[in-house]
């Protein structure tokens, strides 16, 4: 069964102090990885997307990669904007479908 | 680029009323998204449209939920005698093809008492 495994699920940041958020995953063929950032009451934002093992994407203080079982997301020198629940989800190759199957997140929140 | 919107934002109604949910997509994108999201879990997939056509559903979607995009435009959400288990963010997205970004409205939260 296709399953996204994030963790910690909650995590908690001196403003400056770098760390990395986990995604492991099982699925019959990846089809593509996506990040998003969701802010409470709001709808997750998309963040990024991964095709293939070993590439890397960046995007201002954050940096994702993947491998063939598991995605980083990599936050260097976090301000308290980053602040948010950070959802990683995969999209399976078999029968060409659409659907995205997320995990439940990682909460992270960044102190002054 | 105005994004995706839904409406109503917050939905209170009574065990076994009926609802409806509509979602406007980002107007180049041909594909839409359903997706429902309970507390402290991710976005649990639906069902979803490229133009007017009902490509997916999932077995989350008992006969008493009916998705629609009749002109490949706007899409809505139908939720028939409503039970407490229902209760949830209801979360629309469009995209371009199949592989690409999904973009997210901010959901309408159905509250059922």
């Known amino acids: 069964e296709d399953q996204v495994t994030q963790s910690p699920e909650a995590l908690r940041l001196q403003e400056g102090e770098s760390s990395s958020l986990n995604c492991s995953y099982t699925v019959s063929g990846l089809r593509g990885l996506f990040w998003h950032r969701q802010d409470p009451g709001k709808g997750p934002e998309f963040l990024f997307t991964?095709?293939?093992a070993g590439e890397e994407k960046e995007k201002e203080r954050l940096k994702a990669t993947l491998t063939k079982k598991e995605s980083f997301l990599h936050i260097t020198a976090p301000k308290p904007e980053d602040s948010a629940t950070y959802l990683c989800?995969?999209?399976?190759?078999?029968?060409?479908?659409?659907?995205?199957?997320f995990g439940t997140g990682t909460r992270l929140q960044v102190f002054p | 680029d105005t994004g995706v919107s839904q409406d109503p934002r917050h939905k209170i109604t009574k065990r076994g009323q009926n609802v409806t949910f509509r979602c406007d997509p980002i107007s180049e994108h041909n594909r839409l998204y359903w997706y429902r999201q309970t507390l402290g879990q991710g976005p649990e997939f639906l069902t979803y449209?490229?133009?007017?056509?009902?490509?997916?559903k999932s077995r989350l979607l008992s006969d008493r939920f009916s998705a629609e995009r009749p002109k490949g435009s706007f899409s809505t959400l139908e939720i028939q005698r409503t039970e407490q288990g229902d209760s949830a963010m209801y979360l629309c997205?469009?995209?371009?093809?199949?592989?690409?970004?999904?973009?997210f409205g901010d959901g309408t939260r159905l509250s059922i008492l």
């Open positions: 989800a995969v999209q399976p190759r078999e029968y060409n479908t659409d659907k995205l199957i």
């Open positions: 449209f490229q133009n007017e056509a009902q490509l997916e």
């Open positions: 997205a469009s995209g371009r093809a199949g592989d690409q970004p999904q973009h």
């Open positions: 991964l095709y293939s």
